[in-house]
C-alpha cells in the first residue's frame, strides 16, 4: 500500500519568513495529493491540493510543487502569519478510498 | 451547502465498555463515509470507509466495527474498549458520484476519546 513521509516534524519560523514542509509517497500510482491544516482541537481542513498531471499549483500565499519522478511534492508558505500555527498533513490518494495521510508537521509562527 | 457533524466532542469511557460515535452529513447524497483515528503526535489511520448503506470497508484489524444504517450516517462503535483505543476520531465524507471536480475530503470536528 501507499507509504507517505513528511518532514519535518516540528517547524518554527519567525513571522514574515517562509515554511516548507516536504512529503514522499511510494506508490506512483498516487495521483492526488491534498494537504490539511488542523487547528488545536478541530477537524483538519483542506488548504490545497494538487493532481498529478500539474506540477506547481499556488494560491495567495500558499503553494504546492509535485515531482512524479521522485515521488515527492511540498507545501510552501510565504510571508507567515501567527495564525499559520498549526498542524499540517500532506496526503496522496490513489483511488477514491484510499487516502494515506502524512504523520504532520507542528508548524509554529512566532510573532 | 454540506455540512458534517459529529458527536460527542470528547469522551471518557472506562476500560471494557461500549462505544459509540456518530456521524452525519447534510446537503449531499450518497456520500463516501470514513473514519480515522488520529493518535497523539501522529498523522490519520484510515480505520473504515462505506461506499454505500450497509457496505463497509475495514482497512486494519482491531477491536472497533462501523456500521452505515442510512445514506448518510456512519457509526463507529466498539463492544469493550482498550486502553489503546484512546485518541482523537474524525469523521470525513466525500462526493461518491463518478463525475467529480474536486475529490477532497471534508473532515468533521472530531471525538477526543479517552479510555481510562
Known amino acids: 500500500g501507499e507509504n507517505v513521509e513528511q518532514h519535518p516534524s516540528t517547524l518554527s519560523v519567525q513571522e514574515g519568513d517562509s515554511a516548507v514542509i516536504k512529503c514522499t509517497y511510494s506508490?506512483?500510482?498516487?495521483?492526488?495529493f491534498p494537504w490539511y491544516k488542523q487547528e488545536l482541537g478541530k477537524g483538519p481542513q483542506l488548504i490545497i491540493d494538487i493532481r498529478s498531471n500539474v506540477g506547481e499549483k499556488k494560491d495567495q500565499r500558499i503553494a504546492v510543487t509535485l515531482n512524479k519522478t521522485a515521488k515527492h511534492f511540498s507545501l510552501h508558505i510565504t510571508e507567515t502569519q501567527p495564525e499559520d500555527s498549526a498542524v499540517y498533513f500532506c496526503a496522496a490518494r490513489r483511488n477514491n478510498n484510499d487516502m494515506r495521510f502524512g504523520a504532520g508537521t507542528r508548524l509554529t509562527v512566532k510573532p | 451547502s454540506q455540512t458534517i457533524h459529529q458527536w460527542p466532542a470528547t469522551l471518557v469511557q472506562p476500560v471494557g465498555s461500549p462505544l459509540s460515535l456518530e456521524c452525519t452529513v447534510e446537503?449531499?447524497?450518497?456520500?463516501?463515509l470514513y473514519w480515522y483515528r488520529q493518535a497523539a503526535g501522529r498523522g490519520l489511520q484510515l480505520l473504515f470507509y462505506s461506499v454505500g448503506i450497509g457496505q463497509i470497508s475495514s482497512e486494519v484489524p482491531q477491536n472497533l466495527s462501523a456500521s452505515r444504517p442510512q445514506d448518510r450516517q456512519f457509526i463507529l462503535s466498539s463492544k469493550k474498549l482498550l486502553l489503546s483505543d484512546s485518541g482523537f476520531y474524525l469523521c470525513?465524507?466525500?462526493?461518491?458520484?463518478?463525475?467529480?471536480?474536486?475529490?477532497?475530503?471534508?473532515f468533521g470536528q472530531g471525538t477526543r476519546l479517552t479510555v481510562v
Open positions: 470525513a465524507w466525500r462526493r461518491g458520484d463518478r463525475v467529480v471536480v474536486r475529490t477532497e475530503a471534508f
Open positions: 446537503g449531499t447524497s450518497n456520500p463516501n
Open positions: 506508490d506512483s500510482a498516487s495521483n492526488y
